[in-house]
């Protein structure tokens, strides 16, 4: 059983690489026009406000959370590339590779074993790039969303502030339906990319966690090297979890939150005047809610449930290697 879990972990990793690439190769075209429009959104919205707006306080939570798993990725690809080395140069082991496996040829000699660790250090790094990458889009594009909506709700916070003047209202909320009509768009445009991405990395994450843990706890060694590498692997897959989780429900929150801004705006006093048909059109807008494949909802819910899924397979990981 440990030899299976052992190289489930990578397995889980190239597969997961594979999607993220291969939803990304698909739909780049889409990938780039999203980034895009949301860029011009979120600057234009942005405009003329200061830094230390409402809109931009999880910025740094955000940026954050992507720079924890940068170093955790890198040290993990790190350790996976170097340990083999450090094998046979101190414990003398013959031909030791950096994705542990089995191939049907046998590595009998030094050029052949060469060829076979840079390939496989080349899969550990481009492991580490892509998926660096592609979590990376999903926080900046959903941090975009929620600062956008973020900047609506204020500016229709504003709005019963400013002198009173029909045609500049108008167009100031002309402009916000088509942010949001905008905003909209770009969200049922990443649903669709990343929803099979949030289900392959949650199940994949659930699954390399409790194999690691099972790994672990069934080593009859433990070395100081040993226990900084797990835990910094846990806790970068953690990360991972979370970055698919709760941008999730910042999104949701932030969508009903400017929902509600829209609502207490005390547009029906006015509902005989004509901008009272702006404030009715948004109201009938569904809040924006993440969804993996109409499966899964991207939530902090997610997150739990994965938690929740890893110590049930480890505990099953457990009876099944005690039965046998």
């Known amino acids: 059983m440990s030899k299976v879990t052992a190289g489930l972990s990578g397995i889980i990793a190239i597969v997961n690489a594979i999607v993220k690439a291969f939803r990304f190769v698909t739909y780049r075209g889409e990938l780039e026009h999203v980034n895009g429009v949301l860029e011009t959104v979120f600057e234009e919205s942005s405009d003329r406000k200061p830094a230390n707006s409402p809109a931009f306080r999880l910025m740094g939570s955000f940026y954050r959370l992507g720079y924890y798993q940068y170093v955790c990725l890198l040290f993990t690809s790190f350790v996976f590339v170097v340990r083999p080395l450090l094998a046979v140069r101190f414990r003398n082991a013959n031909y030791s590779l950096p994705?542990?496996?089995v191939y049907p040829w046998t590595i009998n000699s030094t050029p052949v074993y060469v060829i076979h660790y840079v390939i496989e250090?080349?899969?550990?790094?481009?492991?580490?790039v892509v998926t660096i990458g592609v979590d990376a889009f999903f926080t900046l594009c959903t941090f975009r969303i929620s600062s956008v909506f973020k900047l609506l709700?204020?500016?229709?916070?504003?709005?019963?502030?400013?002198?009173i003047d029909k045609e500049n209202r108008e167009l100031t909320l002309r402009t916000c339906?088509?942010?949001?009509?905008?905003?909209?768009?770009?969200?049922?445009?990443?649903?669709?990319?990343?929803g099979p991405i949030v289900l392959v990395v949650a199940l994949g994450n659930a699954l390399s966690m409790c194999s690691m843990m099972f790994e672990v706890f069934q080593?009859?060694?433990?070395?100081?090297?040993?226990?900084?590498?797990?835990?910094?692997?846990?806790?970068?897959?953690?990360?991972?979890?979370?970055?698919?989780?709760?941008p999730g429900e910042v999104v949701a929150t932030e969508?009903?939150?400017f929902r509600c801004e829209v609502y207490c705006n005390d547009w029906y006093e006015h509902i005989d005047d004509p901008s009272a048909k702006f404030f009715l059109m948004i109201l009938k807008q569904k809040p924006i809610v993440i969804r993996a494949c109409s499966i899964l909802e991207v939530s902090l819910d997610l997150f739990a449930k994965i938690i929740n899924r890893t110590i049930s397979y480890y505990f099953l990981l457990v009876t099944l290697d005690d039965g046998s």
Request: hydrophobic share 40%.
């Open 255 to 257: 969508s009903d939150a």
């Open 177 to 194: 339906i088509r942010r949001h009509s905008t905003l909209i768009h770009c969200y049922d445009v990443i649903q669709e990319i990343y």
């Open 121 to 128: 250090s080349h899969i550990c790094w481009s492991l580490c």
């Open 99 to 101: 994705v542990p496996g």
């Open 153 to 163: 709700a204020l500016e229709f916070e504003e709005l019963p502030k400013r002198p």
């Open 219 to 246: 080593s009859k060694e433990f070395t100081v090297g040993k226990i900084i590498a797990t835990v910094i692997y846990l806790f970068g897959k953690l990360i991972q979890t979370f970055i698919y989780a709760w």
